[in-house]
């Protein structure tokens, strides 16, 4: 199973750490020197979440993007409790 988003596609990403030194100019140095440049991974923020797909409850990796804009259905643990009226 592939490190990606089951709804979006998002997946690790690859760029580059940078390593300075030195004092920038506008704080009155000299300026930042680099020192050194390597590779790293900029990951996606997955989490495993249970999603109510038609009628069947499915575990899913999705991006913490598509929660928050409403694109999976979180699966409902419970019934909602309602007081019940007199009659």
């Known amino acids: 199973m592939a490190y990606k988003c089951d709804v979006c596609g998002k ?3 690859v760029g580059n750490r940078k390593q300075e030194r030195g004092k920038p100019k506008y704080l009155g140095g000299n300026g930042r020197k680099t020192t050194g440049i390597s590779k790293r991974l900029f990951k996606p923020n997955l989490q495993k979440v249970k999603v109510q797909q038609g009628d069947k409850v499915v575990s899913m990796r999705v991006c913490t993007a598509c929660l928050r804009a409403g694109l999976v259905q ?13 009659v």
């Open 74 to 86: 979180k699966a409902v643990k419970r019934a909602v409790f309602t007081v019940p009226e007199p």
């Open 11 to 13: 997946k690790p990403s």
